[in-house]
């Protein structure tokens, strides 16, 4: 009998502990790693646990997203069927093969002169987005993916995550920190990404809701490399209504000429399908 009121008094007290331990946030995270979290514990795709890990890699969750993502990379390893992604994403917010985006392209040294640049989207799934860009200046094509990054396009054009605000969500006061190269193989480049805010902005194509993220970057410099770029900023509007940027500006400087480039590009028109 003494051993049943025990069993039962243990029972009682797990009862009682147990959903408010569950419960407890976890030690040192942020709200907004703990909203991240939420928003992909219970996804099946591997790219959601990879993008809360690429931002988070020492994260209070950490741990448990990798187990959950080794457990997916194994159920696609074994059924691969369960692990093919559709070519048109489910999700509305998502862009769809065809959607086609054109800007303004100004030179601030020559605002006279300007140019229309053309991004078209190639393919499409929840992980990846691939787009080809046509300008006057070069045509490529480039594979964007739910880790940041910035590429230099055809013509030397610098371009940060356009798709970014599609793969995870912007809150104001975010920032984090990643690295990136150039093509002419100098010193990679350090830099802080900052959402700085939600504002109105007006552009040829319209005037939008817009989340406003902020790139600043750095680089080594000695006297040898002292006419590249060893500084950078570049200002980024995202909307959702347009499902990429609708205005970026970039600005390189050097430490033996100042400035360098000096880019505007501004929306003009967009097609969605």
């Known amino acids: 009998m003494r051993a ?18 569950a419960q ?7 709200p907004a790693e703990i909203s991240f979290w939420e928003s992909v ?14 931002k988070y890699p020492s994260g209070a969750f950490s741990a448990l997203a990798k187990i959950r993502l080794d457990r997916l990379k194994k159920t696609a390893v074994e059924d691969p069927a369960s692990a093919t992604a559709p070519e048109v994403p489910p999700s509305d917010r998502f862009p769809k093969p065809g959607d086609t985006w054109t800007y303004r392209y100004t030179d601030l040294w020559k605002p006279g002169d300007r140019q229309s640049v053309s991004t078209t989207v190639k393919r499409v799934n929840e992980s990846e987005i691939l787009d080809a860009r046509s300008s006057p200046k070069g045509n490529d094509e480039f594979l964007y993916t739910s880790k940041p990054t ?3 396009r055809a013509g030397g054009a610098y371009e940060f995550s356009p798709y970014h605000l599609l793969f995870m969500a912007l809150h104001p ?5 990643m690295t990136f190269s150039s093509p002419d193989h100098y010193s990679p480049w350090s830099a802080t990404v900052r959402v700085v805010t939600t504002e109105r902005v007006n552009v040829p194509a319209g005037e939008f809701d817009a989340v406003r993220v902020e ?3 750095t680089r080594p410099v000695n006297d040898a490399r002292a006419l590249y770029a060893n500084r950078m900023t ?18 390189t400087e050097s430490p033996m000429s100042g400035p360098n480039d000096r880019d505007l590009y501004e929306l003009v028109s967009y097609t969605l399908n």
Do not use: H, N
């Not at 407890?24 to 942020?30: L, W």
């Not at 006061?173 to 920190?177: R, T, W």
């Open 4 to 21: 049943l009121r025990s069993l039962i008094l243990l029972l009682l007290v797990a009862m009682w502990v147990g959903p408010s331990i």
């Open 24 to 30: 407890a946030p976890a030690q040192g995270a942020t």
């Open 173 to 177: 006061g975010e920032a984090f920190k």
């Open 41 to 54: 514990k219970d996804s099946k795709d591997p790219a959601e646990l990879q993008a809360y890990l690429d």
């Open 234 to 251: 570049q200002v980024i509007w995202y909307s959702k209504q347009v499902k990429r940027v609708v205005k970026y500006t970039v600005l």
């Open 150 to 152: 910035v590429t230099q």
């Open 215 to 217: 790139l600043k970057a």
